[in-house]
């Protein structure tokens, strides 16, 4: 499947899913979908086939809340039957509230308590670094989580031990749980704060996808320091009435607004 399909239908499963849970967060997840898609579509290394194969790139996805997106990705690409994703945060069923890497399969890191994620992506790089490896490790940040301490710890060891085998991606959409992010604790400018940290800094339309490829390229040909690409989202992308609502972050849709949704997403066209 094509990443831009892989996508669309990732939106359609995250919608569905969260719904059926009732309970859940949509917003954070359609957001980061894109970037999602073209990881496990056409950027990382992975075998569904192979899910345990020593040589495989790693992903974290640090922002453990958006789950869903994660587990769309993963049963598009294959790991699992997407007959699952319904079962979503049940009782029993594998797909918990935030991802579990003894109960799911493709789940490298368990993640939730915000900041750890990265930390975790650190250690799988220098470990990759050490074993003279050629694994890539790809973490996926909230903007909103960045106001987590621990975050620059783990930014400051990815630089001081030249991980050039480390891509960090910030879900930029500017909301959070409370609110929006300057109204929370206000970030400043994101990606001058990680060029001060030293890292390789990129900023990008998170959901286009000529800049997403040129970013990757672009990571993949850096030596010396690990690269962040600050990607510029909208929360909910794909179903009109929930993007850039703050409200959307944690809250299923009805009955109703999944109709909807998938109305309007199953009108757009792939290109």
Do not use: C
């Amino acid at each position: 499947m094509h990443y831009k399909q892989a996508a669309l239908e990732m939106r359609k499963s995250i919608v569905d899913m969260i719904h059926h849970a009732k309970s859940g967060h949509p917003g954070g997840s359609l957001s980061a979908t894109d970037i999602l898609a073209y990881l496990y579509f056409e950027e990382m290394n992975v075998d569904p086939t192979q899910p345990k194969d020593p040589n495989r790139d790693r992903f974290v996805l640090s922002k453990g809340h958006a789950a869903p997106v994660l587990y769309t990705a993963l049963a598009h690409r294959g790991f699992f039957d997407t007959e699952l994703l319904p079962t979503l945060r049940k009782l029993e069923s594998p797909l918990q509230g935030h991802p579990d890497s003894k109960k799911l399969v493709g789940v490298d890191v368990s993640t939730g308590s915000l900041g750890q994620g990265v930390s975790n992506a650190v250690g799988l790089a220098l470990g990759a670094k050490l074993d003279n490896s050629s694994v890539r490790v790809y973490a996926v940040l909230g903007d909103g989580e960045l106001q987590e301490g621990i975050v620059w710890e783990a930014l400051m060891a990815s630089v001081h031990y030249k991980l050039d085998n480390l891509v960090i991606i910030v879900d930029n959409n500017g909301l959070q749980i409370d609110g929006r992010n300057i109204d929370v604790m206000d970030l400043g400018t994101i990606d001058d704060k990680f060029r001060a940290f030293g890292l390789n800094t990129i900023e990008i339309d998170g959901h286009d996808y000529d800049q997403i490829e040129k970013a990757f390229a672009t990571a993949r040909e850096t030596k010396g320091v690990p690269t962040a690409i600050v990607a510029k989202t909208i929360k909910g992308k794909g179903v009109s009435f929930m993007e850039d609502v703050p409200e959307w972050h944690g809250v299923a849709p009805s009955a109703e607004d999944l109709e909807a949704a998938l109305k309007e997403l199953s009108a757009q066209e792939v290109k």
